[in-house]
C-alpha cells in the first residue's frame, strides 16, 4: 500500500501498460475488491485501487462532506506525483460516486469507464430520507448507534416475504458491528454532494470519446435494473452488460469479461 497526498491511500496492482483507477463498494478497501482480479487484469492494467474515505487505511478521515472540487484537488495530486495523463475508471456500488465524479472531473483523460452495479444513477428513497436534511442525518446515527429495531424490523419483512433474503443478509453483514455502522453512516452522509446530472454524463462521454461500459448482474438483489435505466437508456445496447452474477461477484465477471476487450 501506498499514501498519496491528502490522505488518498491506495493499493498498487498488476504491471499492464494502461493506468486503471478503481474504487470499491462500501465495506471494502481498495485490496479486498480489486486484489481478487488482479490476475485478470493485472496483464493489461496497472491498477491504482484507492481505499475510499473511511474505509480501509482511510478509516480514520475525519472530513465531513466530500465536494467535487476537492475531489477534484485530490486527484490532481495524484496524478501529478504519478505522472499519469491517460487512464481508464473503474467503480463498483458505492465506488461508482467516485468513478463518476473522476470521469465529469477530467473527461480528457478519460478512455474507458466501466461502472459495476453502480451507485449514483438514480437515488433511493431511502438514502434521500437519510441524508437530505439535518433531522435525517440525525435519525440516521441514532438508528446507527442502536440497530436493535432496524435488525428487528428486517427480519421481519424476511420473514414476510417483503425483502429478499440476500439484500438482508448483506446488510447484517456491513452492519454487523459499531464500527462498520460508523463507517457507513459517514459515508452515506459524506458522499451526499457526489450527485449527477446522468443525460450530460452521457453527452460528456460522447464529445469526449468515452467509452461507458455498464454491467449488471442477472442475479444482484441489491441493484435492480431500474436503478440505473437512467443511465442504460442512453448508451448503445451493446455497452450496457448484463452478467449471470450476484451483487459480492459482479466484479469478477466483470473483470473477465473486460479482459475480453484486449483479445
Given amino acids: 500500500m501506498e499514501l498519496g497526498h491528502n490522505n488518498l491511500p491506495y493499493h498498487k496492482l498488476g504491471h499492464g501498460p494502461r493506468i ?19 490476475h485478470l487484469l493485472g496483464k493489461h492494467y496497472t491498477i491504482y485501487a484507492f481505499d475510499l474515505f473511511f474505509h480501509g487505511a482511510n478509516a480514520d478521515c475525519q472530513i465531513n462532506v466530500i465536494s467535487k472540487p476537492f475531489w477534484k484537488e485530490l486527484l490532481s495530486d495524484f496524478l501529478v506525483k504519478n505522472v499519469i495523463a ?6 463498483f456500488s458505492m465506488g461508482g460516486r467516485f468513478a463518476l465524479t473522476t470521469m465529469e472531473t477530467f473527461p480528457e483523460s478519460v478512455k474507458n469507464t466501466y461502472l459495476i452495479a453502480p451507485d449514483g444513477i438514480s437515488e433511493n428513497p431511502l438514502y434521500t430520507l437519510a441524508v ?10 441514532q438508528v446507527m448507534q442502536k440497530p436493535g429495531f432496524f435488525f428487528q424490523t428486517i427480519q421481519l419483512l424476511e420473514n414476510a416475504k417483503l425483502i429478499n433474503s ?23 452522509t459524506a458522499f451526499r454532494d457526489l450527485r449527477f446530472d446522468i443525460p450530460k454524463i452521457a453527452q460528456l462521454a460522447e464529445a469526449n470519446h468515452i467509452r461507458i461500459l455498464l454491467f449488471t448482474g442477472q442475479y ?3 441493484l435492480k435494473p431500474h436503478t440505473v435505466s437512467k443511465l442504460a437508456g442512453l448508451l448503445p445496447t451493446d455497452q450496457t452488460i448484463r452478467l449471470k452474477s450476484g451483487h459480492s461477484q459482479l466484479v469478477a465477471h466483470a473483470a473477465a469479461w473486460i479482459c475480453t476487450l484486449f483479445e
Fill in 132 to 141: 437530505r436534511n439535518a433531522a435525517g442525518r440525525k435519525l440516521f446515527h
Fill in 166 to 188: 440476500s439484500l438482508v443478509r448483506f446488510t447484517q453483514q456491513i452492519l454487523n458491528t459499531p464500527q462498520k455502522r460508523e463507517a457507513i453512516f459517514k459515508s452515506w
Fill in 220 to 222: 444482484d438483489k441489491l
Fill in 86 to 91: 491517460d487512464f481508464d475508471i473503474m467503480g
Fill in 20 to 38: 486503471l483507477l478503481a474504487f470499491h463498494g462500501i465495506g471494502q478497501d481498495g485490496l479486498s475488491c480489486f486484489k481478487p482480479v488482479e
